[in-house]
């Protein structure tokens, strides 16, 4: 609950409450906290508001006081934030607007986005056209594209840390795993999100001799995303997590039917590129971005021509005209027919029926509609004794 206090706002959530420090003052008397955008496992995102221009940001407000933890904390949010200042200025990277320290606190200001996670709208519409998978993945490509030859890798791209704007154009975020990666460096830590985690990444942890990672757990990672934006699950999700990290350093994934079966061939393939085990085999951010489903003149975007718009008018009027036939044209009414067999013509048949109801209702079986013809053949052979089964005595 927030509660305004002159131009001071309280927040009355004991498990949330803002930090008052020096810093935090000074943050205080530049921007107006707001509602919570986010959680993660020592931040909290808030929307907060530029008290002198009235633009909002998200500020991301990590505590560094605790006991364990704090230091670690603390000089991991200071790689973040030196990470976050060699990246900026992409169109697809979060922008980092304002940073503010204290001995417990740090707020980081970002610009807001106010559609908030791809994860949160992946849910809301459970899967994405290919149309609007190339756009995101394209964006996303663009995005690390810029972030790698800068020399980091993120090693948490995941649909939590893509957030959108109102055109549905993305903002890489969440530089909290991020490292700057020297020439020929590699790493060796278990970070990341289970179910992202690249198989090198799996295999330098598990294995005393394997290699160390770099760049390329962040493309691995692509792949799950774009898998996962197409059909609604992850490629190697297991509820035993120890079956799922082995799916993934085999590679072991399939395009199953029924929800992969209306995805066409370019996709599956970048994805089946994506998700490589062999980080040197993998396709790279660069060779994605040239890869045909980003190319492809799909049927929606082709060029304008004059021949197929008039074959397509034609194709639809056709089919205008058999529905209207199929559904709508009334049967021709013959009076020979109608006298002799009122039952084959549609229009009489309700009619009979409404009338039959009304009058045999309580012993005619609903269910063996097509017997009731029966009832009222007006056939020179008519044998009732035949209708006997469709009638029940009440
Ligand atoms: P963490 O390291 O704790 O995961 P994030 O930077 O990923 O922190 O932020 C946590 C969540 O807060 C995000 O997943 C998102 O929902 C929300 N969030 C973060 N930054 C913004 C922003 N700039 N605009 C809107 N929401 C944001
Ligand atoms: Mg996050």
Same mark, same amino acid.
């Given at each position: 609950?927030?509660?305004?206090?002159?131009?001071?706002?309280?927040?009355?959530?004991?498990?949330?409450? !803002?930090?008052?420090?020096?810093?935090?003052?000074?943050?205080?008397?530049?921007?107006?906290?707001? *509602?919570? !955008?986010?959680? =993660?496992?020592?931040?909290?995102?808030?929307?907060?508001?530029?008290?002198?221009? =009235?633009?909002?940001?998200?500020?991301? @407000?990590?505590?560094? $006081? %605790?006991?364990? #933890?704090? &230091?670690?904390?603390?000089?991991?949010?200071?790689? %973040?934030? *030196?990470?976050?200042?060699?990246?900026?200025?992409?169109?697809?990277? /979060?922008?980092?607007?304002?940073?503010?320290? $204290?001995?417990? #606190?740090?707020?980081?200001?970002?610009?807001?986005?106010?559609?908030?996670? +791809?994860?949160?709208?992946?849910?809301?519409?459970?899967?994405?056209?290919?149309?609007?998978?190339? #756009?995101?993945?394209?964006?996303?490509?663009?995005?690390?594209?810029?972030?790698?030859?800068?020399?980091?890798?993120?090693?948490?791209?995941?649909?939590?840390?893509?957030?959108?704007?109102?055109?549905?154009? /993305?903002?890489?975020?969440?530089? =909290?795993?991020?490292?700057?990666?020297?020439?020929?460096?590699?790493?060796?830590?278990?970070?990341?999100?289970?179910?992202?985690?690249?198989?090198?990444?799996?295999?330098?942890?598990?294995?005393?001799?394997?290699?160390?990672?770099?760049?390329?757990?962040?493309?691995?990672?692509?792949?799950?995303?774009?898998?996962?934006?197409?059909?609604?699950?992850?490629?190697?999700?297991?509820?035993?997590?120890?079956?799922? +990290?082995?799916? /993934?350093? %085999?590679?072991?994934?399939?395009?199953?039917?029924?929800?992969?079966?209306?995805?066409?061939?370019?996709?599956?393939?970048?994805? &089946?590129?994506?998700?490589?085990?062999?980080?040197?085999?993998? @396709?790279?951010?660069?060779?994605?971005?040239?890869?045909?489903?980003?190319?492809?003149?799909?049927?929606?975007?082709?060029?304008? $021509? =004059?021949?197929?718009?008039?074959?397509?008018?034609?194709?639809?009027?056709?089919?205008?005209?058999?529905?209207?036939?199929?559904?709508?044209?009334?049967?021709?009414?013959?009076? &020979?027919?109608?006298?002799?067999?009122?039952?084959? /013509?549609?229009?009489?048949?309700?009619? @009979?029926?409404?009338?039959?109801?009304?009058?045999?209702?309580?012993?005619?079986?609903?269910?063996?509609?097509?017997?009731?013809?029966?009832?009222?053949?007006?056939?020179?052979?008519?044998?009732?004794?035949?209708?006997?089964?469709?009638?029940?005595? $009440?």
């Amino acid at each position: 609950m927030e509660r305004a206090r002159g131009t001071m706002t309280v927040i009355d959530e004991t498990d949330d409450v !803002l930090p008052d420090s020096q810093t935090a003052k000074v943050f205080y008397s530049k921007y107006e906290p707001k *509602e919570v !955008l986010g959680r =993660g496992v020592s931040s909290t995102v808030r929307r907060c508001v530029d008290k002198e221009t =009235g633009t909002e940001y998200a500020v991301k @407000i990590i505590d560094i $006081s %605790e006991a364990d #933890h704090g &230091s670690d904390i603390k000089e991991s949010t200071h790689r %973040e934030v *030196e990470v976050l200042r060699m990246v900026q200025g992409h169109p697809y990277v /979060i922008e980092l607007h304002d940073v503010f320290e $204290s001995a417990t #606190h740090i707020f980081l200001v970002f610009e807001l986005l106010r559609q908030g996670e +791809l994860f949160d709208y992946l849910t809301t519409v459970v899967t994405l056209s290919e149309k609007k998978t190339k #756009h995101i993945m394209k964006q996303l490509f663009e995005a690390l594209l810029h972030v790698h030859d800068k020399s980091v890798v993120h090693r948490d791209v995941k649909p939590e840390n893509i957030l959108l704007d109102d055109n549905l154009d /993305i903002k890489l975020t969440d530089f =909290g795993f991020a490292r700057i990666l020297r020439p020929g460096e590699e790493l060796y830590d278990l970070v990341g999100t289970p179910g992202y985690l690249a198989p090198e990444l799996l295999r330098a942890n598990m294995i005393e001799t394997a290699p160390g990672y770099r760049f390329e757990v962040d493309t691995w990672a692509c792949g799950v995303v774009m898998y996962t934006l197409l059909v609604g699950c992850p490629p190697f999700w297991h509820r035993k997590q120890m079956v799922m +990290l082995r799916n /993934i350093m %085999e590679g072991k994934f399939t395009f199953g039917s029924p929800e992969w079966d209306d995805v066409t061939d370019a996709p599956k393939d970048l994805i &089946s590129r994506l998700l490589t085990v062999d980080p040197a085999r993998r @396709i790279t951010v660069r060779e994605a971005l040239q890869h045909p489903f980003f190319h492809r003149v799909t049927a929606r975007e082709r060029p304008f $021509s =004059g021949r197929r718009m008039f074959k397509l008018a034609i194709n639809s009027v056709r089919a205008a005209v058999r529905i209207q036939r199929l559904k709508y044209t009334p049967e021709a009414l013959s009076v &020979s027919v109608a006298i002799m067999d009122p039952y084959r /013509i549609k229009a009489l048949r309700k009619v @009979i029926d409404a009338c039959a109801f009304r009058v045999y209702g309580h012993w005619v079986k609903k269910a063996e509609g097509q017997n009731r013809a029966m009832l009222f053949e007006n056939l020179p052979k008519t044998d009732l004794r035949r209708a006997a089964p469709v009638l029940v005595t $009440s």
